[in-house]
């Protein structure tokens, strides 16, 4: 089953002309103010990965070193004692605890890079972005002010030589507005909307198993402290630059081309599935 929203790693993500059910106008100045803004927010993330970068690395590399270490320790074990052990590699045995340390070291300092970002005032900054941001879309689209927010699931791929795509493991993720006009169900983002016709809704599922990574913060739009229960209650941790969340919802829709999904993050399927079924169901 295809996704609708998919991103080539290598492509403009913005260039959406030859994207079916896909709508924007670049030459309009509110959507480039909103292109500017949406620049500037995504200049302090890039900011924030290249500070904490270094340390996720060195976390990578000794935690990965010291798992190795510490297998053939026990491997060397099996065969002899561990006087003998150290007398031949007194250098690994001491090199075990020296990576630990190193990799601890590193993911305390990430933690605590990633606390004090929370209550910086570039996360106050982006807090700002986004809100401006929705008010000029809302704006420019004609948004409802009661219109549900939801977080939609961007599959990434990647094309290959040869012509092939394959999917990435991480996905981005990004807050629409939910509306009905028209007969369509429109994904309304900050610089572009997508209309999908509501004859083509096929229902909803959801997939409990499902381990999503993702890379922007989860549900920008809301405070650290209203963050927290979220976080707690889906089970949502941050490792080594990217989010996780166990389970989405599925969206299903299908036309000519095939069934087709819209991938909801999982906090927010409940409430992007009752807003269609209302429409579909007349109310």
């Known amino acids: 089953m295809r996704d609708l929203f998919t991103i080539d790693a290598k492509s403009d993500p913005t260039d959406i002309s030859n994207r079916p059910y896909f709508h924007t106008d670049p030459n309009n100045a509110a959507i480039r103010e909103i292109t ?12 924030q990965d290249r500070r904490t970068r270094p340390f996720r690395i060195i976390l990578m590399i000794s935690g990965f070193y010291a798992m190795i270490a510490l297998i053939g320790l026990i491997e060397g074990l099996l065969d002899v004692n561990f006087a003998t052990a150290w007398n031949n590699a007194a250098w690994l045995i001491v090199s075990i605890p020296a990576a630990t340390a190193l990799a601890i070291i590193s993911l305390i300092i990430l933690i605590r890079a990633n606390r004090k970002f929370a209550t910086s ?17 809302k ?6 002010d009661d219109a549900p ?4 699931i961007c599959a990434v791929h990647k094309t290959k030589r040869d012509g092939t795509q394959k999917t990435l493991p991480v996905k981005n993720n990004m807050l629409m507005h939910l509306v009905h006009r028209d007969g369509n169900i429109c994904f309304i983002g900050s610089d572009f909307m997508v209309k999908i016709p509501m004859e083509l809704y096929r229902g909803a599922e959801q997939l409990e198993r ?3 990574s993702f890379v922007n913060m989860p549900r920008i739009d809301i405070t650290p402290d209203e963050r927290k229960p979220l976080i707690r209650d889906y089970k949502i941790y941050f490792h080594e630059s990217k989010w996780y969340i166990r389970g989405m919802g599925r ?7 095939g069934p087709f999904a819209v991938n909801i ?4 399927f409940i ?3 009752n807003f269609i079924e209302g429409v579909a169901n007349g109310i």
């Open 139 to 144: 704006h420019h689209f004609n948004i409802p």
């Open 210 to 212: 499902e381990k999503i």
């Open 251 to 257: 969206l299903l829709f299908a036309d000519a081309d």
């Open 121 to 137: 005032l570039d996360a106050d900054r982006m807090v700002q972005l986004d809100e401006t941001i929705g008010l000029l879309a």
């Open 265 to 268: 993050m999982r906090y927010d």
């Open 271 to 273: 409430t992007a599935k």
């Open 36 to 47: 500017d803004k949406t620049a500037e927010f995504e200049s302090i993330q890039k900011t």
């Open 149 to 152: 927010r939801v977080e939609i």
